[in-house]
């Protein structure tokens, strides 16, 4: 991520980004209500130290069901604290106890029967409150905290997506040559990292390159919904669209078919790939066909509070948007937590290579 292209120039300050699970929260938001009737239980979890497959391994064994009967509509991060709903299938059983599950790392604050089974994806979106200390240049911050509130961040895939030291990005290449991947999960998870990383790179060329200067034949996106148009011609019109945000420019997802951007959009975005066609062709071959994605993320209902050196900063963001994008923006943060566990796996290693040579 530190090679991408920043909008407002790289941050003045540095903070400390997850010193204890609690100074990263983050609150899932479903986008309907459960029915109150049907074999699919949905549960309202709120979990400390434990990752989405760690609950749902412990629903499954509690439940007595197949794991496959355990769903989810996101994965969210060990090393915080979140609030996160999952979906046990239970056809023709009596309900199980939820609450008896509770202990210090699995809370579940409610469950409701519905019709319908919860699929990934399926969130509107996730409310963030995240905590940073030892803050060097708060007036920076401040500062940056406004132009995002104006403008956004550039909408860029997060670190999570691509795994610990980019081995989800690795791996997916290797897909692309001989290496069999049986999971079907882990295979979406590597394509995944390999497209991400294609859309990392259009919009931090075009960032540097054009700014936020709309290209003849922008492919933009109507604000919030994923439909979109070719901007053949930027007239007047669509200018003010533009302003107002009723239109956002965009980026490919990559994948089958043909470009859906147009003349010199399509253009600049094939010389950006030229580099990478392996994994365009790695890609295409995969199955996937041509999405966009809006160039710009746009944090809602910002608010901040600061405390000496600490900041507690709150947002919510669209499902699929990472909140360390707006973090790098505002800090050149470094993630804790992070940074143990490869000190941790630095040590390991050396112990190994010293037990070798002894």
């Not at 434990?50 to 609950?55: G, I, M, P, Q």
């Not at 533009?242 to 003349?263: C, E, F, N, V």
């Not at 943060?333 to 941790?344: A, F, M, S």
Request: aromatic share 8%.
């Amino acid at each position: 991520m530190s090679e991408l292209h920043y909008l407002y120039g790289k941050p003045l300050s540095q903070a400390d980004l997850r010193t204890h699970n609690s100074d990263f929260i983050v609150q899932e938001i479903l986008p309907f209500v459960p029915t109150g009737e049907g074999e699919h239980h949905l549960l309202h979890i709120r979990k400390n130290g434990l990752n989405t497959a760690d609950v749902a391994k412990i629903l499954s064994g509690f439940a007595h069901v197949h794991p496959k009967e355990v769903t989810y509509a996101g994965q969210k991060d060990k090393h915080a604290i979140t609030e996160q709903w999952f979906g046990v299938r239970i056809p023709g059983k009596e309900t199980p106890e939820w609450a008896s599950l509770d202990n210090e790392q699995l809370t579940v604050l409610s469950s409701s029967c519905h019709t319908k089974k919860l699929r990934v994806g399926a969130l509107a979106g996730n409310r963030f409150t995240l905590t940073l200390r030892n803050i060097t240049n708060m007036d920076d911050v401040l500062f940056r905290l406004e132009r995002i509130k104006e403008t956004g961040v550039p909408n860029y895939f997060g670190e999570q997506r691509f795994g610990h030291d980019g081995k989800n990005l690795i791996f997916g290449r290797q897909m692309f040559t001989g290496r069999k991947v049986k999971d079907r999960n882990k295979r979406g998870m590597y394509l995944s990292a390999v497209r991400s990383n294609l859309f990392n790179q259009v919009v931090s060329t075009r960032l540097m390159e054009h700014g936020l200067t709309p290209l003849r034949g922008d492919c933009v996106m109507l604000a919030g919904s994923k439909s979109y148009f070719v901007a053949n011609e930027w007239d007047v019109s669509l200018q003010q669209r533009l302003t107002q945000k009723d239109i956002q420019l965009s980026a490919p997802l990559w994948g089958r078919g043909t470009a859906l951007s147009q003349h010199d959009a399509a253009d600049f975005e094939q010389q950006v790939l030229l580099p990478l066609k392996a994994d365009c062709d790695g890609l295409e071959h995969a199955g996937l066909t041509q999405e966009r994605r809006m160039l710009l993320l746009e944090p809602q209902h910002i608010t901040h509070e600061i405390d000496g050196d600490v900041l507690v900063l709150k947002f919510a963001l669209p499902a699929g948007c990472f909140a360390t994008s707006v973090l790098r923006e505002l800090f050149d943060y470094e993630d804790v937590i992070e940074k143990q566990r490869q000190t941790h796996f630095a040590d390991q290693q050396s112990q190994v290579q010293l037990t070798g040579q002894s």
